[in-house]
């Protein structure tokens, strides 16, 4: 542990807290490998970032030659865990008063850096300067702030989906995350600091300030310490939280005694700012002013925000800067501010020769008047706190042209939206003190959408948002903690030589039960809280302590087993009428599909009985008709042309792909349609991946001449879908597989699994048709679906407009 002290700015002495310490670990982590650094400083906040590359243990699938013997006992790959080298981008975000100490902290701990410069933003970047080179022996190139911050919007706004966020402060859900559209551009950036800058944001490269005020955040701070006599900010907005305005502000009803109709305003709405201090003879506690001042600082805000967003025609405006810093009072009273000004459609009084609109301060020729449109919404960021050094560290790397990867936020290693707040989560603010952590691993491919959504600015790829629903989000959450010691018990069985492989899965053990409870308290932390991301964090969680392939063996055994099936498979298939072979394909599919180690009532079964096989998996399936059942569409749908090319999300190893999907996909091709078979980039629970399936795919072509020849033929193409999660989001695919999708003209998506096709893209529109076939393997979910555990969803859809 490194001690962390308190720079005491009223002395010129330093003075030390015990109390904060810098767990390595948890802080400051992997500085050793640390290449590139990038500061901001703020008035009261730093901001750190900065790059290092992580070792961490990947499992590589390498084939045997096959080719000169035969023998049963011959395994069908080799599994092998080796270090790999990725990248890195680390955020922290702490107190000024503690800044020395951590300059000392990463000066002792520096050792591989290269880097002789160190970018820096903000107003605080000139009063540090010296002490950063000081202690850092790294010079300061000093960055503009508004290009630093715009750079820092675009990228999180590109890299993470649930950055956005609608706060409702009396809803269900305080946090409404938005799908961010594909195309983030154009937008207004409203940064609040001392003052009011106004940008409108064109491109990557393209942006100007259109506007602003005097009256900020400082505007706030500064009044409010002269009539409250409180000096810092935090304080006074938590005076603030407990005021009300309305003990201070001359309200509608103060002046007519209830609401002007004919203007449409109503009693409660402000009419004059601190009006009642005019005339009534009493004091006025603290609480009452503070909430008063910021009510008038924001509803000044919001009004010109707004109207600069409908001069410019501009719907989508992020707030940001010190004065919002994820605050709920700033926030809501800007929210009111614009929900206000939006929902008016217009205000004006007459003048003998004009109508003045006091909401724009323009005049406008009688009978016309200015329509105001409720389509502004007030947006935040979950990372607003991080834009100026993120885009301080861009600034530092164009070299390296990190906009050229995707990345992906590292739930493992990051602390989650209001985690530093004492009221939301104290038990986190006791351990690390105040500082707050944003990690991002760059990934391997360029993600993209998936060009055959009907819409991709609206598509969500959950079905359920937890945030939202308190008694899913109880149930899945107690779900994953019921599962937690199976998922230890396999990750140190995935790696039964190695000694440590214990005191590691103890390790991610408390790091996955810790980041549970976190969310129990705080669901909306790293976005709209789903069964996708609890499975995800699992997944990021497991990597973080090097277990990358916990089901591994459990996929090889599995594997090697259905293959000795397949044959057989399919000459019962081909014994069949034609109709009767389609819905045993289906069956087939569906019955493979239940061989899900994921799910608690499988797993269980897998493990108590070992000899568990396709036939009777068949048997556990519901009969007809299923809770989702459009089979008879498709049978019909059969009966006509091919399908150009079919694009099909496959799920589980073993059974699954060789038993279930692999006889249908050999139908299609027999048809005359092009399959692309999409796996994961990277291991998740017994799913297949990609080079699993290239394996597999090879030792099934050996026996069958229908799959040698579409292989041979480029008919059947195997891609990777971009993902190592057991869900699916459609607009974070492979850029590989999307420009594949457009060049086969692909017409039909088959999207196979509980993961892929029920907990995400259940509702997913799709511009072509599409066939989503499950099993519901939980019980709980069978029930809240109206059905009961295996039963089937078999979804076949066609666009509106195209004719079945």
């Not at 310490?21 to 050793?32: A, G, Q, S, V």
């Not at 096709?757 to 509702?763: D, E, L, S, V």
Request: proline share 4%; net charge negative.
């Amino acid at each position: 542990m490194a001690e962390c002290g308190r720079v005491d700015s009223s002395t010129s002495s330093h003075t030390m807290d015990k109390s904060i310490t810098l767990p390595p670990d948890e802080i400051f982590r992997n500085m050793e490998n640390a290449k590139r650094f990038a500061i901001d400083i703020g008035g009261s906040l730093t901001k750190l970032a900065y790059y290092s590359t992580v070792q961490h243990k990947v499992a590589k699938v390498r084939s045997f030659d096959h080719s000169t013997k035969e023998a049963a006992g011959d395994k069908l790959y080799e599994i092998a865990v080796q270090e790999e080298v990725t990248a890195r981008l680390h955020f922290i975000k702490f107190e000024n008063a503690y800044i020395e100490t951590c300059l000392d902290f990463i000066k002792d701990h520096l050792v591989n850096t290269e880097t002789k410069v160190i970018k820096a933003t903000g107003g605080g970047a000139h009063k540090f300067k010296e002490l950063i080179e000081r202690k850092l022996g790294l010079k300061v190139d000093k960055e503009d702030e508004m290009t630093c911050l715009i750079k820092g919007c675009n990228f999180v706004l590109k890299n993470i989906p649930h950055e956005a966020f609608v706060y409702a402060k009396h809803a269900d859900s305080e946090f409404r995350f938005q799908t961010t559209n594909p195309d983030i551009f154009p937008y207004l950036l409203v940064n609040i600091g001392s003052g009011v800058s106004i940008v409108k944001v064109e491109s990557e490269d393209k942006f100007e300030r259109i506007g602003g005020s005097s009256i900020g955040g400082g505007t706030f701070w500064g009044l409010g310490a002269l009539l409250t006599k409180t000096k810092r900010f935090d304080e006074l907005l938590q005076l603030a939280s407990k005021g009300q305005h309305s003990s201070v502000d001359m309200l509608v009803k103060d002046i007519y005694g209830g609401s002007y109709a004919c203007l449409g305003l109503t009693g409660d709405l402000i009419a004059s700012s601190f009006g009642k201090s005019a005339t009534a003879d009493k004091e006025f506690s603290n609480e009452d002013m503070a909430k008063s001042l910021l009510h008038m600082i924001s509803n000044d805000i919001g009004q010109l925000a707004c109207l600069y967003a409908k001069l410019h025609n501009l719907s989508r405006v992020y707030f940001g800067g010190f004065f919002i810093r994820g605050h709920p009072v700033t926030m809501h009273t800007i929210t009111y501010s614009i929900n206000f000004f939006t929902k008016v459609r217009f205000i004006y009084f007459y003048d003998t020769n004009s109508v003045i609109c006091y909401m724009c301060w323009s005049y406008v020729e009688p009978p016309h008047v200015l329509l105001l449109q409720g389509e502004v919404q007030a947006l935040f960021l979950r990372h607003e706190g991080y834009l100026g050094a993120i885009g301080a560290f861009l600034k530092g790397a164009e070299e390296d042209n990190p906009n050229q990867y995707s990345w992906g936020e590292n739930y493992a290693g990051s602390s989650g939206l209001m985690s530093v707040s004492p009221d939301m989560n104290p038990m986190q603010r006791a351990r690390s003190g105040t500082f707050d952590m944003l990690e991002m691993d760059r990934l391997d491919r360029q993600l993209v959408n998936l060009p055959l959504l009907q819409d991709p600015s609206s598509y969500i790829p959950d079905t359920v948002d937890l945030t939202e629903d308190a008694h899913a989000r109880e149930y899945w959450l107690y779900c994953f903690e019921e599962a937690l010691d199976g998922v230890v018990k396999r990750a140190v069985a995935s790696q039964p030589d190695i000694p440590e492989a214990v005191e590691r899965a103890e390790k991610f053990r408390q790091k996955y039960l810790h980041k549970l409870q976190t969310l129990r308290h705080q669901p909306f932390a790293y976005g709209s809280l789903t069964v996708r991301s609890l499975l995800d964090t699992r997944e990021h969680c497991l990597n973080e302590f090097n277990f990358p392939d916990p089901y591994s063996k459990i996929k090889e055994r599995e594997n090697d087993i259905a293959l000795k099936y397949y044959q057989n498979a399919v000459k019962s298939l081909e014994e069949l009428s034609w109709e009767d072979r389609q819905f045993a394909l289906v069956r087939g599919v569906l019955a493979g599909n239940v061989f899900d180690w994921g799910a608690k009532a499988v797993s269980e079964v897998l493990e108590s009985n070992p000899e568990f096989g396709f036939e009777e998996a068949k048997r556990r399936l519901e009969d007809r008709p299923w809770l989702v059942d459009s089979f008879d569409q498709w049978l019909e749908r059969l009966k006509g042309p091919p399908h150009r090319c079919a694009l099909f999300f496959v799920d589980n190893s073993g059974v699954d792909i060789i038993l279930g999907v692999m006889p249908f996909v050999r139908e299609l091709l027999s048809r005359g349609t092009e399959v692309v078979l999409a796996s994961n980039s990277g291991p998740a629970l017994n799913d297949v991946t990609n080079s699993e399936l290239q394996i597999l795919t090879e030792r099934i072509a050996a026996m069958d001449p229908v799959i040698d020849s579409a292989l041979r033929e480029d008919r059947l193409t195997l891609v990777q879908n971009g993902s190592s999660s057991p869900c699916l989001d459609l607009s974070r695919l492979d850029k590989v597989l999307a420009m594949l999708v457009r060049e086969r003209q692909t017409d039909l998506v088959v999207i196979e699994g509980m993961g892929r096709a029920i907990h995400t893209n259940y509702y997913a529109m799709l511009s072509c048709e599409s066939l989503k076939m499950a099993v519901i393997k939980n019980s709980w979910l069978a029930d809240r679906l109206g059905g009961k555990l295996f039963s089937v969803v078999f979804k076949y859809e066609v666009p509106a407009g195209k004719p079945q």
